[in-house]
């Protein structure tokens, strides 16, 4: 369903250390150790400021767009030719620019080739759970794909003291893994003639 801007920088997770910042750029200096999010924060508008929503008015996610925000130009080119960019962030490369309102600033002791985990998968899936579905201890929940969102969900559901944590995968090897995220019971849609959440009500 995107509208095909090409060519264009791919790539939304990552993790990385400020080379330079814009003018009137105050939050961050250069040396800091950033997290890209693709859901930015102007810290000015009425989502930002809400309890129930992140969606900015001004940096929500948005992959149609190609440019940055301020003067809708790319800042990154080949031959004299745009490159454009990809959910503000354009992480697979080896530098990139990033509107500060996309970037979280971390401790520097944090591996960044573990901790870019954080910037889309596991704070997508924990969040999902912990501030979205808000599940109350003792409930049964069920997570459905036990990727890194999958499991960071899952996650979210051991810590809100689920008493059931139903994982389902097609990949049966995604089942021990899971148990370490608080999977109590497991699913593999291909193992039932039945429609997977007839099996789950079933349980």
Do not use: W
Request: aromatic share 4%.
């Amino acid at each position: 369903g995107q509208t095909p801007v090409f060519p264009r920088i791919l790539g939304h997770e990552a993790g990385g250390i400020v080379e330079s910042v814009g003018e009137g750029v105050t939050e961050l200096v250069p040396g800091d150790h950033v997290l890209p999010v693709f859901t930015g924060e102007c810290k000015e508008c009425a989502h930002c400021r809400s309890e129930e929503s992140n969606l900015c008015d001004l940096l929500r996610i948005n992959v149609d767009r190609g440019v940055m925000i301020g003067d809708g130009q790319s800042r990154f080119t080949i031959d004299g030719k745009p490159i454009f960019h990809f959910v503000g962030t354009s992480t697979f490369s080896e530098y990139t620019v990033i509107h500060v309102g996309c970037l979280a600033k971390i401790d520097p002791e944090a591996p960044l080739d573990k901790v870019c985990l954080l910037s889309c998968g596991i704070s997508t899936g924990l969040g999902a759970t912990l501030n979205v579905a808000k599940p109350k201890k003792g409930m049964t929940v069920a997570i459905f794909g036990l990727g890194a969102v999958g499991l960071a969900a899952m996650e979210g559901a051991r810590m809100s003291g689920s008493s059931r944590i139903i994982g389902v995968d097609l990949n049966p090897a995604k089942h021990a893994q899971a148990k370490k995220f608080g999977c109590t019971d497991f699913v593999n849609p291909k193992d039932h003639t039945k429609a997977v959440q007839e099996v789950i009500v079933q349980m």
